[in-house]
T-cell receptor
Framework: QQQVKQSPQSLIVQKGGISIINCAYE??????FPWYQQFPGKGPALLIA?????SEKKEGRFTISFNKSAKQFSLHIMDSQPGDSATYFC????????????FGTGTRLKVLA | DSGVTQTPKHLITATGQRVTLRCSPR?????VYWYQQSLDQGLQFLIQ???????AKGNILERFSAQQFPDLHSELNLSSLELGDSALYFC?????????????FGSGTQLSVL
């Protein structure tokens, strides 16, 4: 119940295309859903995050879509660029007596020039 | 640059040995987190400290221990090392301790146990 399932494992997109990464969770107590971007040799960096009372959040070319009833959320990267090539992690967090910060397994995105 | 400093960047050691990983959080951040990243397990939360006190524990083995010092830097001690402990260990920091805090990750320490 504490897992966050992320798909696909890897993704290849043409420059200018839309990259879509999906995550699903079971525990309805999760209250914060961040996405992290990680380049090789670097630590993850927060990209964008959403709370469950919002269905969509957009920051530049990055959009999170959140479907509370389906317990799913996704990251959309519009106009994907070669510089977006990285590994993306979704996460879900909660604090109910104990701290939970659960990461998905990651999606390796490659954007072709 | 996240502002979180981890040393060393690489560590090679043998099974049964003990190592210490060090983390300096961003200036002003009171929380420090340790994560383990491996190919098959992804990012696993190990432990969190807030202002010198242990705040939360995750999947941390009994052979592992951590502490946060008065100057807020943190150390992760790994003992009786096994081959399976080979992984990338990340430290992250945040201002507070809540789950919606923005985490700032260091560049990690790559541990290889031979």
């Amino acid at each position: 119940q504490q897992q966050v399932k992320q798909s696909p494992q890897s993704l290849i997109v043409q420059k200018g295309g839309i990259s879509i990464i999906n995550c699903a969770y079971e525990n309805t107590a999760f209250d914060y859903f961040p996405w992290y971007q990680q380049f090789p040799g670097k630590g993850p960096a927060l990209l964008i995050a959403i709370r469950p009372d919002v269905s969509e959040k957009k920051e530049g070319r990055f959009t999170i879509s959140f479907n509370k009833s389906a317990k799913q959320f996704s990251l959309h990267i519009m106009d994907s660029q070669p510089g977006d090539s990285a590994t993306y992690f979704c996460a879900a967090t909660l604090y109910s007596g104990t701290y939970k910060y659960i990461f998905g397994t990651g999606t390796r995105l490659k954007v072709l020039a | 640059d996240s502002g979180v400093t981890q040393t060393p960047k690489h560590l090679i050691t043998a099974t049964g040995q003990r190592v210490t990983l060090r983390c300096s959080p961003r200036s002003g951040d009171l929380s420090v987190y340790w994560y383990q990243q491996s190919l098959d397990q992804g990012l696993q939360f190990l432990i969190q400290y807030y202002n010198g006190e242990e705040r939360a524990k995750g999947n941390i083995l009994e052979r592992f221990s951590a502490q946060q010092f008065p100057d807020l830097h943190s150390e992760l001690n790994l003992s009786s090392l096994e081959l399976g402990d080979s992984a990338l260990y990340f430290c992250a920091s945040s201002v507070g301790w809540a789950t919606n805090e923005k985490l700032f990750f260091g560049s990690g320490t790559q541990l290889s146990v031979l």
